[in-house]
């Protein structure tokens, strides 16, 4: 069975350093195909990609937030941590770790997913 | 960075009708197109891949089809459980990016 678990803090003041960590079993990010990721979603609003670490450690970011995150993996311990400097308000939401699944010719979609963490941005 | 717009952005709708939901790339993606649905309070589970595969333990009365920027899931006949938000999803290139969801209603 495949799972995946954030873990990290529930409230961050504005400027701070938020860090996630994915915690995850029933597979390896050292197999071909396979990736860890970071999706959020503001309360009643739609998801919104973040970031992603490939098993060959192939790093992946959103442009507009390239500067501000960090993915990083730590495959003998099975986590993956997601660093977000200088938060706002508006980086409030639930962040969710998924792990990204490849079937045939590089079609990715991620399956399945942690069950969130919601993050709260206020001072 | 490839735009995906869904619509109807909310559907009202009833145990057992047939609906549809479309989705539209800003460029071509090909079939690399997924969708999720979404129950209040949980996680998205993936429902199809690829356009047109149905991902493993998915009830059959969903399903997908398109290719290049026009996409669409369709849902059979309606059941309670199906009542969710519905985002599409492009894998085509990153940053990988979702629709704005679609709340299917009672």
């Known amino acids: 069975q495949i799972t995946l678990k954030e873990s990290g803090p529930t409230l961050v003041k504005p400027t701070q350093t938020l860090t996630l960590t994915c915690t995850f079993s029933g597979f390896s990010l050292s197999t071909s195909g396979v990736g860890v990721g970071w999706i959020r979603q503001p309360p009643g609003k739609a998801l919104e990609w973040l970031a992603l670490i490939f098993w060959d450690d192939d790093k992946r970011y959103r442009p507009s937030l390239k500067t501000r995150l960090t993915i990083t993996q730590d495959t003998s311990k099975s986590h993956v941590v997601l660093t977000m400097t200088n938060v706002a308000p508006v980086d409030t939401g639930t962040y969710y770790c998924v792990r990204l699944h490849t079937a045939y010719e590089e079609h990715h979609f991620f399956d399945p997913w942690g069950q969130g963490t919601l993050v709260t941005v206020s001072s | 960075e490839i735009q995906m717009t869904q619509s109807p952005s909310s559907l009202s709708a009833s145990v057992g009708d047939r609906v549809t939901i479309t989705c539209r790339a800003s460029?071509?993606?090909?079939?690399?197109l997924n969708w999720y649905q979404q129950i209040p309070g949980k996680a998205p589970n993936v429902l199809i891949y690829?356009?047109?595969n149905l991902q493993s333990g998915v009830a059959s009365r969903f399903s997908g089809s398109g290719s290049g920027t026009d996409f669409t899931l369709t849902i059979s006949s309606l059941q309670p459980e199906d009542f969710a938000t519905y985002y599409c999803?492009?894998?085509?290139?990153?940053?990988?990016?979702f629709g704005q969801g679609t709340k299917l209603e009672i």
């Open positions: 460029q071509s993606i090909s079939s690399y």
């Open positions: 999803q492009q894998s085509y290139s990153t940053p990988y990016t």
């Open positions: 690829a356009a047109s």
